[in-house]
T-cell receptor, first 111, second 113 residues
Framework: QKEVEQNSGPLSVPEGAIASLNCTYSDRGSQSFFWYRQYSGKSPELIMSIYSNGDKEDGRFTAQLNKASQYVSLLIRDSQPSDSATYLCAVIMNRDDKIIFGKGTRLHILP | DTAVSQTPKYLVTQMGNDKSIKCEQNLGHDTMYWYKQDSKKFLKIMFSYNNKELIINETVPNRFSPKSPDKAHLNLHINSLELGDSAVYFC????????????FGPGTRLTVL
């Protein structure tokens, strides 16, 4: 199993709908999880961090963490064309404190 | 005010040449990184420096040599460039090793011909 796995997409979602992005990780003891957004030709920017099981909401974004199942997800409500980007999941590995990025999921919001 | 800056933004060069990429952060962070993002968009850490000391050195050819003259700068020198070195290189900084690299530089697109 790869350390951090994401479906590469593209994931196409109609404008106004909910976009759901998923990520699984291999290191069961990991405690810190992040979602980055990367527009084409730009650098990644941190949009969400989550450390405890459950949901964390920030505006239209909700991060969900389930440590028992080793997955973390990002929900984007009321999707906008400006949300079209690649979303990178990142996990700080418990074994060595290194941050590992997934390959990212390309999200395309259809106007 | 630019938090993390890199120069140059684009670099096109021939195989076998030696080139350098510079990075500076004005955030007062103590940890800086170099990442490589290949054509498939996979972002992989190359090096990490904490207070000018090398902390992480992933499996990177020794043609790549980072240099940190002070906490605000982390430069990357590449010798004998190869076609496979073509990628976007991102510098990043954080406060502490466990910081989630929230500040990335704009990237340097390196093309080796």
């Amino acid at each position: 199993q790869k350390e951090v796995e994401q479906n590469s997409g593209p994931l196409s979602v109609p404008e106004g709908a909910i976009a759901s992005l998923n990520c699984t990780y291999s290191d069961r003891g990991s405690q810190s999880f992040f979602w980055y957004r990367q527009y084409s030709g730009k650098s990644p920017e941190l949009i969400m961090s989550i450390y405890s099981n459950g949901d964390k909401e920030d505006g239209r974004f909700t991060a969900q963490l389930n440590k028992a199942s080793q997955y973390v997800s990002l929900l984007i409500r009321d999707s906008q064309p400006s949300d079209s980007a690649t979303y990178l999941c990142a996990v700080i590995m418990n074994r060595d404190d290194k941050i590992i990025f997934g390959k990212g999921t390309r999200l395309h919001i259809l106007p | 005010d630019t938090a993390v800056s890199q120069t140059p933004k684009y670099l096109v060069t021939q195989m076998g040449n030696d080139k350098s990429i510079k990075c500076e952060q004005n955030l007062g962070h103590d940890t800086m990184y170099w990442y490589k993002q290949d054509s498939k968009k996979f972002l992989k850490i190359m090096f990490s420096y904490n207070n000018k000391e090398l902390i992480i050195n992933e499996t990177v050819p020794n043609r790549f040599s980072p240099k940190s003259p002070d906490k605000a700068h982390l430069n990357l020198h590449i010798n004998s460039l190869e076609l496979g070195d073509s990628a976007v290189y991102f510098c990043a900084s954080s406060q502490g090793l466990a910081g989630p690299n929230r500040y990335f530089g704009p990237g340097t697109r390196l093309t080796v011909l």
